[in-house]
């Protein structure tokens, strides 16, 4: 099955809220890899690397997030994966 990569910002109330934990949890859950953090304008960035079906949830599910969280807008760019990530961590 081919890897693809999944680069997503997105905005709304998504910082202080367990957003990056909760994208965390997900995205291994989904055996995806890649990152996420906060950005310095109260947006959240994440990369993801895996299958397209995983790689759907988690957008689907970054749509809601945590239930503290309200999500106002999601700008995604889907790619070819790169393979440089061994695990999904927070940054």
């Not at 997503?8 to 890649?34: D, K, P």
């Not at 949830?57 to 106002?72: D, H, I, M, Q, Y």
């Amino acid at each position: 099955m081919s890897q693809n990569r999944m680069h997503l910002f997105i905005s709304g109330r998504v910082q202080g809220v367990y957003f990056r934990a909760s994208v965390r949890q997900r995205a291994m859950q989904l055996n995806l890899t890649g990152w996420v953090r906060n950005l310095h304008d109260g947006r959240v960035e994440l990369v993801a690397e895996g299958s397209d079906p995983s790689l759907q949830e988690l957008f689907e599910w970054c749509k809601v997030g945590p239930p503290e969280a309200s999500v106002n807008s999601l700008d995604a760019d889907f790619e070819d994966s790169s393979g440089e990530f061994s695990s999904f961590g927070i940054r």
